[in-house]
Nanobody, 121 residues
Framework: QVQLVESGGGLVQSGGSLRLSCAAS????????VDWYRQAPGKERELVAG???????SYADSVKGRFIISRDYAKYSVYLHMNSLKPEDTAVYYC???????????????WGQGTQVTVSS
């Protein structure tokens, strides 16, 4: 079964850093663009950062200059390096791919299960 799995969340103090990972598992040929979203309690899910299949990156204004998104094509993984974390970054973080190409055909729009990030003040 092909799926996206996030990891790397945890509890960190304000000003600290974390690296989130989004790894695709299963029989995979390639992955398209991947976005990181987050959802805080009582709030809507928001787009945090994205990276295209060609490596072009984009960021929400709230994280620009603090977060870096990268990908490892060989490992079918995308990372979110989060620096200078603030309490308002506390949320469940999800990754979402526009497609995953598999030998049985493409899977469109898969989501991971999410990983909790908590930043204490």
């Amino acid at each position: 079964q092909v799926q996206l799995v996030e990891s790397g969340g945890g509890l960190v103090q304000s000003g600290g850093s974390l690296r989130l990972s989004c790894a695709a598992s299963g029989s995979i040929i390639s992955i398209g663009s991947v976005d990181w979203y987050r959802q805080a309690p009582g709030k809507e899910r928001e787009l945090v950062a994205g990276i295209t299949s060609g490596g072009t990156t984009s960021y929400a204004d709230s994280v620009k200059g603090r977060f870096i998104i990268s990908r490892d094509y060989a490992k079918y993984s995308v990372y979110l390096h989060m620096n200078s974390l603030k309490p308002e970054d506390t949320a469940v973080y999800y990754c979402n791919a526009d497609y995953i190409a598999t030998p049985r055909g493409p899977i469109f729009g898969p989501w991971g299960q999410g990983t909790q990030v908590t930043v204490s003040s």
